[in-house]
């Protein structure tokens, strides 16, 4: 049996990124770059993951510990002197066989599939050193491939040492690798710094590995999208834009159809099968939408779970909602966080929520905010229904237990209590609370003059 572990390397500055965040915090599809590379690693089931981190690596630590991440630990680069450099440091904490992973932390879009197939590769010809490359129109920047005649692969060059024949490579090394550890205890102490950056190249290792007759690999991408690292904000934004594209070719292959080019679905955003997506809609956050479930277009959807089969309609805002199966939320819905509905609840359109349980069947359907209120089940919230929970200081309560149904444009003031199967009649103002079975009515006698209208004219 091999044993596999990765190294992330994470410590380096993006000085070219002109920003304060450590560049694998900058985020991609909503979360922070290292998050990719880490998830990664674990869906390759390391037995050892090491990330490596600069000195002060508060920040980096704390995205990753808050995640349900197994066996990461952290190795510290004090200086920054090139991503071999940063190998070395993580050496100490990867056993003395086996197989490690290297993987760029500026590398989001890789997919695991692409190191399975490294990994068989690498097993295959024995090597001492596998690496992906792929081939690209516009390799400026990037570490070239240079292979012999008859292909073999000798060394990786970067641009800034190339000869100007190099520069017209377009293989280009894209920031992932499986190195036997054997060969790098060994070996990686040899690096030397002697090149235009005087860093320690990680790059290196390829031409070390050939000097000492070891077998070297590389794999293609096919798709050379993959590739694409983040050096600059621009390659952050075009890196976003291909994430975006890669998880809803992945979603659609999983079964979720999605219509349209203006899908958003986030890095940590869970999907059952069978969802229909309309274009435009976007889902941030930690959301997770079961199997069923239609999001129309001009959804927001952030933080919030959705239960089986649920339909949310055209142009609605969800924040840390909670919805069980078969909800029937908008058009036009804006459900805050709190939000809290059992199965088969119907929200209508122009209908706020905020910190709201409704129970099972339960109906708001039209013009309503309903806010700090606990509504039982099969309740009938009418037209224009307003909690009125504020009183400028403090929050209030409004209960409506099950069975209640409630008239249009009632003013509910909280704290009020409405008992199972009462109503309230239609614009009522209801202060008090209403006992179960019995109507409470609040509105002004209605007055009729005969004849007014016609005397008038
Ligand atoms: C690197 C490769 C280049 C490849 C490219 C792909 C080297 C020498 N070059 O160049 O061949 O085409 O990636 O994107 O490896 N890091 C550290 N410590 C350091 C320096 C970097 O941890 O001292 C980390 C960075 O945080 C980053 C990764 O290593 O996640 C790559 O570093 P970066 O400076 O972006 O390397 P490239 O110039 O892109
Ligand atoms: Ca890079």
């Not at 690498?122 to 240079?146: E, I, M, Q, W, Y």
């Not at 005087?198 to 070297?216: G, I, M, P, Q």
Request: a positive charge; aromatic letters at 6%; proline letters at 3%.
């Amino acid at each position: 049996m091999s044993d596999f572990n990765t190294v992330i390397l994470a410590a380096g500055k993006g000085t070219r990124m002109r920003s304060a965040l450590p560049k694998v915090l900058h985020l991609v599809g909503g979360a922070p770059m290292v998050c990719h590379a880490a998830s990664l690693a674990q869906s390759l089931a390391s037995k050892n993951t090491v990330v490596v981190v600069p000195k002060q690596a508060e920040s980096i630590q704390s995205v990753l510990q808050d995640r349900p991440y197994k066996k990461i630990s952290y190795a510290v680069q004090a200086q920054q002197n090139g991503t071999g450099h940063a190998l070395q440091c993580a050496m100490g904490a990867l056993p003395k066989t086996g197989h490690v992973y290297v993987i760029n932390g500026d590398m989001p879009l890789v997919r695991k599939e692409s190191l399975q197939a490294l990994k068989k590769l690498h097993l295959k010809t024995k090597s001492a050193v596998s690496f992906l490359s792929a081939t690209v129109d516009k390799p400026f920047g990037l570490g070239r491939v240079v292979r012999d005649d008859q292909k073999n692969v000798q060394a990786i060059i970067e641009e800034k040492d190339a000869t100007a024949a190099q520069k017209k490579i377009n293989e280009i090394n894209v920031g992932v690798y499986l190195f036997d550890l054997a060969f790098l205890h060994k070996e990686i102490s040899k690096l030397k710094s002697n090149n235009k950056q005087k860093e320690y190249y990680l790059t290196d290792l390829v031409a070390l590995a050939k000097s000492r007759d070891k077998t070297v690999s590389a794999l293609c991408l096919q798709n050379s999208l993959e590739a694409k690292g983040v050096n600059t904000i621009d390659d952050l934004n075009d890196v976003n834009k291909a994430y975006y594209l890669q998880r809803c070719q992945n979603e659609s292959e999983r079964g979720n159809l999605i219509v349209g080019d203006q899908v958003f679905i986030d890095f940590d955003v869970k999907l059952g099968t069978g969802l229909k997506l309309e274009s435009p809609c976007y889902l941030k956050g930690n959301s997770n939408l079961a199997n069923g479930v239609c999001v129309e277009s001009g959804v927001q959807i952030k933080n919030s779970q959705i239960g089986e089969d649920s339909v949310i309609k055209a142009n609605c805002y969800l924040d840390q909602a909670r919805l069980k199966a078969r909800n029937q939320i908008g058009p036009f819905a804006h459900l805050r966080p709190g939000s809290d509905f059992a199965d088969d609840v119907k929200v209508g359109n122009f209908v706020e929520t905020k910190k709201t349980k409704l129970g099972h069947g339960s109906k708001v359907n039209h013009l309503s905010y309903v806010g700090d209120a606990l509504v039982g089940k099969k309740v009938n919230v009418g037209a224009g229904t307003i909690t009125c929970n504020y009183d400028g200081k403090n929050k209030f309560k409004t209960v409506l237990e099950d069975g209640v149904f409630i008239g249009s444009d009632t003013q509910l003031v909280a704290p009020v209590k409405v008992g199972k199967g009462a109503f309230v009649g239609a614009g009522s103002t209801i202060t008090k609370n209403v006992a179960a079975d019995s109507l409470a009515l609040s509105r002004v006698p209605q007055k009729e003059i005969k004849g007014w209208a016609k005397k008038r004219k």
